[in-house]
C-alpha cells in the first residue's frame, strides 16, 4: 500500500517571505498522481497544486511550486511570497492511475503553517 | 453550482446512539469517498465507491457502514456511535485523473 508523510507537524514563515513543505512517498507505481491541498481554519479542502508522475517538468501555480523528484520519491511544496491568507494546514496526497481503477487519495498526516505578519 | 454537500455540519450524539452523514455530489462523479480527520492523524478513508453499486473498505471501517444510493449519493452510517468516532467527517468525489473534490465537512462529537 502507499503511504505519504509529511515530516514537519509544523512550521512558521515570515510574511513575503518562501517557505518549503517537505512530502515522501513511498509507492513501487511508475504513473501516479501528487497533490497539495490546504485547509483553512474554515475546514474547507482546497486543492494548491497538481502533478504527474510522467511529466518531469514541476508544476507552478502562481506563487506555489514543487519540488517532484520521482527517484527520491520527494514531492515538497515552495511557497513564494507568503501571505497572511497561507495560513492553513496542508496535506499532501498520492493517487494511483487510472489503469488502477478510480482509487482514492492516501494522505499524509499534514503541515500546520503559521505565517508571522 | 453546489459540489459536495454534505449535512449535517455539526451533530453531537451519545454513546450508543445511531445516525447517518449525508453526501450528495451535482458533479456526475463516478466515485465517491467517506475521511475521517483526526488530529496529528491526517484524513483516513473509511469507505469508497469506485462506480455506483460498488462499495469498499479503507484504512478505518470499522463502526460504519456505507449505501451508494445512487450515482449522485453516498451515506455514511455509524449504526452504535462510540466516543473513539468523535471526529470531523469529509465526503469526497473525483473522477479518474482529476481533483477530489469535498464536502465542508461534518463535526461530530460522542458523548
Known amino acids: 500500500a502507499q503511504t505519504v508523510t509529511q515530516s514537519q507537524p509544523e512550521m512558521s514563515v515570515q510574511e513575503a517571505e518562501t517557505v518549503t513543505l517537505s512530502c515522501t512517498y513511498d509507492?513501487?507505481?511508475?504513473?501516479?498522481?501528487l497533490f497539495w491541498y490546504k485547509q483553512p481554519p474554515s475546514r474547507q479542502m482546497i486543492l494548491v497544486i497538481r502533478q504527474e508522475a510522467y511529466k518531469q517538468q514541476n508544476a507552478t501555480e502562481n506563487r506555489f511550486s514543487v519540488n517532484f523528484q520521482k527517484a527520491a520519491k520527494s514531492f515538497s511544496l515552495k511557497i513564494s511570497d507568503s501571505q497572511l491568507g497561507d495560513a492553513a494546514m496542508y496535506f499532501c496526497a498520492y493517487r494511483s492511475p487510472p489503469n488502477s481503477g478510480n482509487t482514492p487519495l492516501v494522505f499524509g498526516k499534514g503541515t500546520r503553517l503559521s505565517v508571522i505578519a | 453550482n453546489a459540489g459536495v454537500t454534505q449535512t449535517p455540519k455539526f451533530q453531537v450524539l451519545k454513546t450508543g446512539q445511531s445516525m447517518t452523514l449525508q453526501c450528495a455530489q451535482d458533479m456526475n462523479h463516478n466515485s465517491m469517498y467517506w475521511y475521517r480527520q483526526d488530529p496529528g492523524m491526517g484524513l483516513r478513508l473509511i469507505y469508497y465507491?469506485?462506480?455506483?453499486?460498488?462499495?469498499d473498505k479503507g484504512e478505518v471501517p470499522n463502526g460504519y457502514n456505507v449505501s451508494r444510493l445512487n450515482k449522485r449519493e453516498f451515506s455514511l452510517r455509524l449504526e452504535s456511535a462510540a466516543p473513539s468516532q468523535t471526529s470531523v467527517y469529509f465526503c469526497a468525489s473525483s473522477e479518474v485523473r482529476f481533483k477530489a473534490f469535498f464536502g465542508q465537512g461534518t463535526r461530530l462529537t460522542v458523548v
Open positions: 509507492t513501487s507505481e511508475s504513473d501516479y498522481y
Open positions: 465507491s469506485a462506480s455506483e453499486g460498488t462499495t
